[in-house]
Nanobody, 123 residues
Framework: QVQLVGSGGGLVQTGGSLRLSCAVSGSNYAVGWFRQAPGKERDFVAAISSSGGSTYYVDSVKGRFTISRDNARNTVYLQMNSLKPEDTAVYYC???????????????????WGQGTQVTVSS
């Protein structure tokens, strides 16, 4: 059983930055970040392949968020810059199998989920 532990959320002002971390107990997993605002669906934000060589972002965060990973530490990061109030949500990381360079965008394809970390951006 793979476990994921997300951390790094908090309260920040508009325009500020946060870095989320997701510690993954297994290796060779593609990882994605999703977010869920109150009363809304859990939406895809960004994903990275197990190698780290492929990444994908939802349009609303392109140029502001960067997903990366340190496979020696089994940790995936989401650097979030130029934060906006609409980025406020609980952020979840998830892991699934997609080969060496594959990425996963559909939440139903992920097998394991972290507990979520709250990000609040004040205006």
């Amino acid at each position: 059983q793979v476990q994921l532990v997300g951390s790094g959320g908090g309260l920040v002002q508009t325009g500020g930055s946060l870095r989320l971390s997701c510690a993954v107990s297994g290796s060779n997993y593609a990882v994605g970040w999703f977010r869920q605002a109150p009363g809304k669906e859990r939406d895809f934000v960004a994903a990275i392949s197990s190698s780290g060589g492929s990444t994908y972002y939802v349009d609303s965060v392109k140029g502001r968020f960067t997903i990366s990973r340190d496979n020696a530490r089994n940790t995936v990061y989401l650097q979030m810059n130029s934060l906006k109030p609409e980025d406020t949500a609980v952020y979840y990381c998830a892991a699934g199998r997609a080969g060496f360079s594959g990425i996963i965008r559909m939440k139903d394809r992920y097998d394991y989920w972290g507990q979520g970390t709250q990000v609040t951006v004040s205006s």
